[in-house]
């Protein structure tokens, strides 16, 4: 039986690496079909990175425009494009940013889910079905570069903070100042993320709270000064918050699309294998996960919708839930009949979503 099970977790291992190439392969694909991705604040994006990288050295544009850089928590793509820009045609090069970013949460969330239960699953491959939220499809760009930066930073933190704890530190030190300049939510996430896991390890050896936060300090002391710098902590606290009905609908928004049927679909189709799951005891957390989860949820409900200038603030927090949902819960293996019909079902789901978005 062991020896079964050992070839059966090789097949596995086989077959999960190329069907995270096909599926990042999908995702790429509608990037081919149109110069431009109908995301709503996309054209604006690169309007201004392509005078970024071209203005200053433009003897007409020049005297219209003016780089003015200030330490602003929302820079992601400004800070990419302009480089992609010189060596790559305007439209390939902003191709290149919008398939990163689709991307990255689905590796992000891979990652953390292989770090966080010290073993390889099938389940944080269908958060692809998520991949192009209504986030993405309002071109909302910067964050969700971050939200698959700050899970890759998260996976890396909890895989080798024991292991090889200086160069970790070092590594996400860095990092955490990287998503402070990509945006504020990111950073945000991963720090929930790796807080989540230091209490867990606090809480089963609590003689380790002091070096504990002690190795948080440099992580969290780089994004603190940058803020201080910024105009934010002067801004308007006055905040809005949605109606009762309306927050409720947001938690649809990790699955919103172009067909709210479909979307609505995709959403209870989602939380029904989870529920049946949990149903019978098929369904596995960690603390850390479990206070991730909780934390985040948290702050959606406590978040409001508009603060200090920023609008969809409370959207965000709905955003990270949904890609908690494949990141931060792992199903046990089904029985072959089961995975049998889950795993067609949800690549159908997969592939008729993606037509939607191609369409």
Same mark, same amino acid.
């Given at each position: 039986?062991?020896?079964?099970?050992?070839?059966?977790?090789?097949?596995?291992?086989?077959?999960?690496?190329?069907?995270?190439?096909?599926?990042?392969?999908?995702?790429?694909?509608?990037?081919?079909?149109?110069?431009?991705?109908?995301?709503?604040?996309?054209?604006?994006?690169?309007?201004?990175?392509?005078?970024?990288?071209?203005?200053?050295?433009?003897?007409?544009?020049?005297?219209?425009? !003016?780089?003015?850089?200030?330490?602003?928590?929302?820079?992601?793509?400004?800070?990419?494009?302009?480089?992609? @820009?010189?060596?790559?045609?305007?439209?390939?090069?902003?191709?290149?940013?919008?398939?990163?970013?689709?991307?990255?949460?689905?590796?992000?969330?891979?990652?953390?889910?292989?770090?966080?239960?010290?073993?390889?699953?099938?389940?944080?491959?269908?958060?692809?079905?998520?991949?192009?939220?209504?986030? !993405?499809?309002?071109?909302?760009?910067?964050?969700?570069?971050?939200?698959?930066?700050?899970?890759?930073?998260?996976?890396?933190?909890?895989?080798?903070?024991?292991?090889?704890?200086?160069?970790?530190?070092?590594?996400?030190?860095?990092?955490?100042?990287?998503?402070?300049?990509?945006?504020?939510?990111?950073?945000?996430?991963? =720090?929930?993320?790796?807080?989540?896991?230091?209490?867990?390890?606090?809480?089963?050896?609590?003689?380790?709270?002091?070096?504990?936060?002690?190795?948080?300090?440099? !992580?969290?002391?780089?994004?603190?000064? =940058?803020?201080?710098?910024?105009?934010?902590?002067?801004?308007?606290?006055?905040? *809005?918050?949605?109606?009762?009905?309306?927050?409720?609908?947001?938690?649809?928004?990790?699955?919103?699309?172009?067909?709210?049927?479909?979307?609505?679909?995709?959403?209870?189709?989602?939380?029904?294998?989870?529920?049946?799951?949990?149903?019978?005891?098929?369904?596995? !957390?960690?603390?850390?996960?479990?206070?991730?989860?909780?934390? *985040?949820?948290?702050?959606?409900?406590?978040?409001?919708?508009?603060?200090?200038?920023?609008?969809?603030?409370?959207?965000?927090?709905?955003?990270?839930?949904? #890609?908690?949902?494949?990141?931060?819960?792992?199903?046990?293996?089904?029985?072959?009949?089961?995975?049998?019909?889950?795993?067609?079902? #949800?690549?159908?789901? #997969?592939?008729?979503? @993606?037509?939607?978005?191609?369409?």
């Amino acid at each position: 039986m062991r020896h079964r099970a050992a070839l059966a977790a090789q097949a596995d291992a086989r077959l999960w690496w190329p069907t995270l190439a096909t599926i990042c392969a999908i995702l790429l694909a509608p990037l081919f079909i149109t110069d431009v991705p109908p995301l709503l604040d996309y054209p604006n994006h690169l309007a201004r990175a392509w005078l970024l990288a071209f203005a200053p050295t433009d003897p007409i544009l020049s005297k219209i425009y !003016v780089p003015n850089w200030a330490i602003i928590p929302n820079l992601g793509t400004d800070i990419l494009w302009p480089p992609l @820009m010189h060596i790559l045609p305007v439209h390939v090069a902003g191709r290149v940013v919008v398939g990163l970013l689709v991307l990255l949460p689905v590796l992000g969330t891979a990652a953390y889910h292989r770090a966080i239960f010290a073993a390889r699953s099938w389940w944080p491959l269908a958060a692809c079905v998520v991949a192009y939220n209504a986030i !993405v499809l309002l071109g909302f760009l910067n964050f969700a570069l971050s939200l698959g930066a700050a899970l890759l930073l998260a996976a890396a933190w909890i895989r080798w903070r024991n292991t090889y704890p200086l160069p970790t530190i070092l590594l996400t030190t860095l990092g955490s100042i990287a998503l402070f300049c990509c945006h504020l939510m990111g950073l945000i996430f991963f =720090l929930i993320l790796i807080g989540s896991y230091e209490l867990e390890c606090v809480c089963r050896a609590p003689r380790t709270l002091p070096t504990r936060a002690l190795a948080l300090l440099p !992580v969290h002391a780089g994004p603190a000064w =940058l803020y201080l710098l910024t105009d934010l902590k002067s801004a308007s606290h006055n905040a *809005t918050f949605l109606p009762p009905a309306e927050k409720a609908a947001q938690l649809l928004t990790p699955f919103l699309n172009y067909d709210h049927t479909l979307d609505i679909i995709s959403a209870a189709l989602v939380l029904t294998f989870l529920a049946l799951c949990a149903i019978t005891r098929r369904l596995a !957390v960690t603390p850390a996960s479990t206070i991730a989860l909780l934390t *985040t949820a948290a702050l959606y409900a406590a978040s409001p919708y508009a603060f200090k200038g920023t609008a969809g603030l409370d959207t965000r927090f709905a955003i990270m839930l949904g #890609f908690l949902l494949f990141a931060a819960i792992r199903p046990a293996p089904l029985p072959r009949a089961a995975f049998t019909l889950a795993a067609p079902t #949800f690549a159908f789901l #997969f592939a008729t979503r @993606m037509a939607v978005l191609a369409t």
